[in-house]
């Protein structure tokens, strides 16, 4: 047979031949392309459904046109042959695949077959419709077919006796045949026409909602469980905001053009709106195939996306849910994937996460906000702390990490810090948090080598007379030396800093502490406190990075805080950098360290070894 491989009948995570549970599984012969057609097969919707008056005419005339006790139009599915339509045999009924002669004859060169005598054919005589209760004779098929030539089916006739089948007949019958074929194109098209995004052209939330709905049944009667995967554009929020929006349009035709390479096996791959989307795959992955297949996806991702000649490089968050033996909803199933991929924006390392049960507890976070307990957070370690480097531009080599919070909530997951430091400046538990984090964040810092410092945020609320002796005790606690520990305030706290606050800065300095000034730029006023109190650091707002490469003014703003920087002998930290030209431009115009998911996204405790302590130097490939 030409064009053919051989695969097992099962897309249902069988592997080597062997169900799941170790049984053979039969094998039958499949065309190069067939998980398009079985993605063009699933959005006509057709499968185990009720009887169409149309295709039923078109059965009971090729009964009638060549005097046959049987005529039938017969999809073919994953591991079967199911009945769209028959005039002698039951509406619906199912053959598995190895058995079917439609399933043969839809590989055939031109898609048609003929079979005179199938009880003397060395290929069907021993088939169990020859030699059981349907004894099957004489089979004549032509394939239906979508509008890109893929055979979905075959329009056949069966009789019980042998004949003769001239190439009138078959030409006669190949008519009919495109008459199916037309019927199940103009469907196609309507549901086409109303199903698909017109940005990306992928298939909308709608359309896979409606393809789920129409097969979930059929997936879960023939042990062909799915796995949905949704994805979405990590920080988009912040992309939308910095990026023209025709850049962000070229951003996600091309995000779903990588997507239909990277999974040309989907039953189906959709756009649900914005930066999200969806890919169904027709089997559940063990643990392995799947640590591989999104590892490998994530990779794949990262490379840089071209928008308007510049490189853009973004992360994803990914969530998989699965019917397994479950019988879900389409609108079930759907949601499981998405509260997975929220789940997944807690996970900076794997950036994907499986649905589980514990995730519907995220749900419940908004309405649970009033009643977070951050003091129990505190008391029971649900809380953690993250570090995201900052880098030397000239040198290339690590100069410190940020210090960022976390709340790993026991039944909502992950809280967001947007959510619960706003609750905690409101409720007065910032104090003692933020003297957690200072605590645990020199702990650590004192681990490392003498020259990394680390970088921790100040809240308004913590600066207060007493706070000077706080910092020196806490020193003296953890051993880590004064010029290892920089504090961030950010510009609002500066221009709404009375006298006390800044006597409080200058002791705080006087103690040999760093004092960094946050997103500066985005409050010019602030100018005036660079005269009465002279900072160590100064960190660009990302705002004004992100289109350094791009736009006139954002160039502008950062040159002049570089120029103000350089002037006043204050180091200058750009924030947000994302990809290696804006790197190039920050350097060449002057800015000493850089900070940003280019060169280092927040990560664990664990997770910063290799760059403290690198061979070769892990930012060497920066240079």
């Known amino acids: 047979m030409q064009n053919e491989s051989f695969i097992s009948a099962s897309l249902n995570g069988a592997s080597d031949n062997h169900s799941p549970h170790g049984d053979p599984l039969p094998l039958f012969p499949v065309g190069p392309d067939e998980q398009k057609r079985l993605r063009s097969l699933y959005s006509t919707g057709y499968l ?51 058995d079917s002669f439609c399933a043969r004859c839809s590989l055939k060169p031109g898609g048609t077959m003929v079979v005179e005598d199938a009880s003397t054919h060395p290929d069907f005589c021993d088939n169990p419709l020859v030699t059981g209760s349907t004894s099957f004779r004489f089979y004549a098929g032509v394939a239906v077919r979508d509008a890109d030539g893929r055979a979905l089916g075959v329009l056949c006739v069966v009789d019980t006796q042998p004949r003769q089948f001239d190439e009138s007949e078959l030409k006669h019958l190949q008519d009919l045949a495109n008459c199916v074929s037309g019927l199940i194109q103009r ?38 469980f799915p796995t949905l995967i949704t994805l979405d554009i990590d920080d988009f929020e912040h992309l939308r905001n910095s990026l023209d929006p ?33 890919v169904l795959l027709p089997r559940i992955l063990d643990n392995k195939d799947l640590n591989a297949l999104l590892s490998d996806t994530v990779e794949q991702l990262r490379t840089p996306f071209i928008l308007d000649g510049r490189p853009l490089s973004i992360d994803i968050n990914a969530g998989l849910a699965s019917t397994s033996n479950e019988q879900l909803s389409a609108d079930k199933l759907l949601r499981n994937a998405i509260l997975a991929k929220r789940g997944a924006h807690a996970r900076p390392l794997d950036r994907w996460q499986s649905y589980t049960p514990s995730l519907e507890q995220q749900v419940r976070l908004p309405e649970a906000l009033p009643q977070l307990n951050l003091r129990q957070a505190l008391q029971c370690g649900e809380l953690s702390l993250v570090y995201q480097p900052i880098v030397m531009t000239a040198e290339r080599r690590l100069s410190s990490f940020e210090t960022l919070l976390r709340w790993n909530h026991p039944q909502l997951g992950s809280v967001p810090p947007t959510e619960f430091i706003p609750l905690a400046e409101k409720n007065g538990m910032i104090v003692p948090v933020g003297t957690w984090v200072l605590r645990e964040a020199c702990r650590e810092a004192a681990r490392w080598p003498g020259d990394i410092k680390i970088s921790v945020n ?3 609320a913590q600066i207060d007379p007493a706070f000077p002796a706080l910092i020196a005790g806490i020193l003296t606690e953890t051993g880590l030396p004064p010029s290892n520990l920089m504090l961030e305030v950010t510009e ?19 103690l040999g502490v760093l004092i960094v000034l946050d997103d500066f730029g985005t409050g010019f006023a602030s100018l005036n406190y660079l005269l009465r109190f002279p900072f160590d650091k100064m960190k660009i707002d990302r705002s004004f990075v992100s ?3 791009d736009r006139h003014d954002c160039q502008t ?22 990809t290696a030209e804006q790197l190039a431009w920050l350097h060449d115009n002057g800015c000493q360290q850089v900070q940003g998911y280019y060169t280092g996204r927040p990560m664990p405790r664990s997770a910063i070894r290799p760059l403290l302590y690198p061979e070769p130097p892990v930012y060497a490939r920066l240079a």
């Open 458 to 460: 100040i809240s308004p």
């Open 48 to 98: 185990d459904t009720p009887a169409n008056t149309q295709f039923d005419a078109l059965t009971r005339l090729a009964a009638h046109l060549y005097h046959t006790p049987i005529s039938a139009i017969s999809l073919i599915a994953v591991k079967r042959a199911w009945l769209l339509s028959a005039s002698g045999l039951p509406h619906g009924l199912n053959t598995p695949r190895e």
């Open 547 to 549: 289109g350094v490469l």
């Open 557 to 578: 703003i950062v040159k002049a805080i570089l120029n103000i920087g350089a002037s006043l002998g204050i180091p200058i930290i750009a924030e947000g950098v994302e």
């Open 246 to 278: 025709r850049d962000i349009d070229n951003l996600l035709k091309q995000f779903a053009a990588r997507l239909q390479e990277l999974f040309p096996d989907a039953l189906q791959i959709a756009h649900l709106g914005g930066d999200e989307f969806a």
């Open 187 to 224: 469907d196609q098209k309507i549901n086409l026409d109303t199903d698909k995004d017109p940005l990306s052209g992928l298939p909308n939330r709608q359309a896979l909602l409606r393809l789920l709905q129409d097969n979930l049944g059929h997936f879960h009667l023939h042990d062909s």
């Open 492 to 510: 609002t706290t500066v221009l709404e800093a009375s006298e006390r606050n800044v006597d409080v800065l200058n002791e705080l300095r006087s």
